[in-house]
């Protein structure tokens, strides 16, 4: 690589705007070049990345680092917006959400206009923006609303439940930017997620799987302590009308050098849960998406507690 293009990469978080490239003597061709050799990614007009960052990236690493080149290589004419801007954020939402970039104006009221690989929103309010590192983004509350608004309520409510857990936001700030998007269309869904978020779940899983409680009209108590041998279980979600505990199976815990131990530590546990009378219902990620699975899941748990 040109050492040109290559000092600039490191010091502009490996992003390259035409403007950038003019001044340090590239033509057009150049960049071409070198896009054709596979050391830049063309991510937008003007925004050019360091391939190599792309390498081995999750589809949210991805995400954040192509929202990163456009609004850098926009010089602040722009910032992240909705779920672009959560994941920036560091928030969870479905990865059928990441194939649209969003951006947003940050001082110009145009309205939103779809370009090849992103579209460009109309400006939320001067005061909307804040930053992640060196990239402009709308403020966490505004990010879970225009989650919500744009990809729906499971993406919305687990980026509201993390950025409520992490601090980053409260029910008040989300209920003022309601107000001021009251006309938004599809901001009945931003309501619907601030009513259900809680500072409870523990992983997106846990959101998804409160919505599928929620929508099963089952009463539950969430982060329930169940007393056990001398010791406190803390389990994801009990339900006392059924004598029922419901856990989110996660198989992550049961990977690499501490699996086994994990695997054991839990099963005696479930164990200890089950000796006590109460039913236990695993449920696995696919099983969010299925509702009717969850139901069934819960039945059948029901049929063996003794509570």
Known sequence: MDPRVRSHLDSFSGVLSTRAAVRLGLTANDL??????GELVRVAHGAYLDAALLVGATPEEDHRLRVA??????????AASHHSAAVLHGLPVLREALGSIRVAHTRSRSNTRRRPTFTLHRCPGEDAFGSVGPVATVVPALAVIGTAVLVGVRSGLMAADAAF??????????????????????????????????????????SLLRLALI??????????????DGWTARVDFYLPA??????????????????????ATEKRR??????????????????LFRPERVHAKIRAAALTSRV
Not at 215 to 228: K, T, Y
Not at 242 to 263: A, H, I, P, W
Not at 270 to 287: L, N, S, T
Request: glycine share 8%; net charge negative; proline share 4%.
């Open 270 to 287: 479930e164990d200890q849960i089950r000796a006590r009378g109460y039913g236990v219902a695993r449920i696995e990620w696919a099983d």
């Open 69 to 78: 080149a456009i609004v850098l290589a926009k010089g602040g004419s722009v």
């Open 32 to 37: 071409r070049a070198m896009v054709a050799a």
């Open 165 to 206: 857990r992490g601090e980053l936001t409260t029910r008040e700030e989300m209920a003022s930017w309601l107000a001021r998007w009251s006309r938004v269309p599809g901001i009945d869904r931003a309501r619907h997620v601030v009513d259900l978020m809680s500072p409870l779940a523990e992983s997106p899983a846990e």
């Open 215 to 228: 929508a099963l009209r089952l009463d539950f108590v969430e982060q329930h302590p169940l007393e056990l």
């Open 242 to 263: 059924l004598g029922v505990v419901v856990e989110m199976d996660g198989m992550c815990k049961y990977e690499g050098s501490t699996g086994s131990f994990n695997l």
